[in-house]
């Protein structure tokens, strides 16, 4: 009969013949004395189930350490502990947060095969579950089962191939900068490197020289010849975020790039062939732009080669929740407390929400309820989202201030790009008290 590999962490004290007996149970316990020589079968061993002694005696920062290396892994763990140490608020804590179950010692070898046995088949369950579901991104990077996004998948191969500039749109938040980057690693053009450009964010009386470059001495402050981020694109995927926004002058300069293949630095004389994809992307219609004089019509159709729409989120049925599983696998590793899905109230809140801000806003909704979970699932008042009845989500005072802190954290970072020193201005406070503002909310610069 097949045996299913168990790690047991613990002192070789409290490794009793019980714990051995389970090696004649369908049972193959390996035992680990230190956390490291935990991560070392770990690298080797595939585990599901894991059994840990808990001991009240250990110093403070030991059962801090065990308690943040049981949350990273992906097992499912059982504490083995004496009765009397379940009074413990470090031990207690530590079990709510990272144990699926617990056995009180003198161990019960019976008892604990059926608890081993019973935990087992449910992590199984869920492991075939998320099998079936699952839909992490693969070759374009993205996530969805839905007809609509098979629809874009297809798209997205076909317009790889095609050498013509492509014009993306969609609402904000539905994900695309992450088609274009798609496009690129999809393309002839994925050996070369992929240039974005933010059109709203970079200052009208630079955008010139952001995009072509400059000349030495071309004009105050020009100390050294600079290539602009076409230039820089050579051979590669040159990425024009929210076109919608270019200043009607830059319009005319880009047309005469993607008429000629050629630029010109400014205070250059020189025409500098660049070959590159063009892509575009925009969530303001332009063909209505065009119509009232806000955009060239000559530009629309020269980027309008080939068009990709991205669906919004409410078009792509249950999505939803397959990306918030993604999200919260991404987010749950970055605390202690061990936080292993969702309830089937906020399941159905999920699905049910329209989204408005599409995946941008369910990214940031999961992100936030990861930090606010006190419980092992998330549920609809941590997500801060109506429930699918009729009834308020009551929050407390505290956190509805820190819900409401985070949101605005999350909107001035978006609005700067991720750029802490511009996200502080917006906010009107020092580079220093936003560091302090993200640590609070267990946010990372590189990940904000």
Request: with cysteine.
């Amino acid at each position: 009969m097949e045996q299913h590999p168990l790690l047991y962490l613990g002192p070789n004290r409290l490794a009793t013949e019980d714990i051995a007996k389970l090696g004649r149970k369908n049972w193959r316990v390996c035992f680990a004395q230190t956390i490291g020589e935990a991560e070392k079968l770990l690298r080797d061993k595939p585990f599901v189930l894991g059994l840990v002694a808990l001991d009240v005696s250990e110093k403070s920062s030991s059962l801090a350490d065990l308690h943040t290396f049981l949350a990273r892994t992906n097992l499912e763990w059982i504490g083995l502990v004496e009765p009397g140490w379940l009074a413990s608020e470090p031990i207690m804590n530590l079990i709510r947060d990272v144990c699926s179950d617990y056995h009180t010692v003198p161990v019960d070898c019976e008892r604990l095969i059926a608890i081993l046995g019973h935990i087992h088949g449910m992590a199984k369950l869920r492991r075939l579950e998320q099998r079936a579901n699952d839909h992490w991104p693969g070759a374009l990077g993205m996530i969805g089962s839905s007809p609509n996004m098979q629809d874009l998948f297809r798209h997205i191969v076909r317009a790889a191939r095609i050498d013509a500039p492509i014009l993306i749109t969609g609402e904000s938040g539905t994900g695309k900068e992450l088609v274009a980057r798609a496009l690129h690693q999809q393309s002839e053009f994925a050996g070369g490197p992929f240039v974005v450009v933010h059109c709203p964010a970079i200052p009208s009386a630079l955008i010139q020289s952001e995009l072509f470059g400059h000349e030495k001495g071309a004009f105050t402050g020009a100390h050294a010849r600079r290539q602009g981020r076409i230039e820089m694109a050579q051979g590669g995927t040159f990425f024009l975020d929210e076109i919608g926004d270019l200043p009607s002058d830059l319009q005319a300069n880009l047309l005469r790039f993607l008429q000629e293949k050629t630029i010109r630095r400014v205070g250059g004389t020189e025409e500098i062939a660049v070959r590159a994809r063009i892509i575009a992307a925009t969530h303001v219609d332009l063909e209505k732009a065009t119509a009232e004089g806000g955009f060239r019509l000559d530009l629309y159709y020269r980027l309008n080669g080939f068009s990709i729409r991205v669906p919004s989120l409410r078009e792509r049925g249950h999505d939803a929740i397959l990306l918030a599983k993604y999200f919260l696998e991404q987010f749950r590793g970055q605390r202690q407390r061990r936080v292993r899905g969702f309830t089937r109230q906020a399941i159905e809140a999920i699905n049910g929400y329209d989204w408005p801000g599409n995946v941008r806003e369910l990214k940031h909704s999961i992100r936030r309820a990861v930090f606010m979970a006190e419980k092992p699932h998330i549920d609809v008042a941590d997500l801060n989202l109506p429930r699918p009845t009729a009834q308020p989500v009551l929050m407390s005072l505290r956190a509805a201030r820190d819900a409401a802190e985070l949101d605005v954290i999350h909107q001035a970072l978006e609005s700067a790009h991720r750029n802490i020193s511009s996200a502080a201005d917006k906010l009107g406070i020092t580079r220093a008290t936003l560091y302090r503002l993200m640590e609070k909310h267990g946010l990372q610069p590189d990940s904000a």
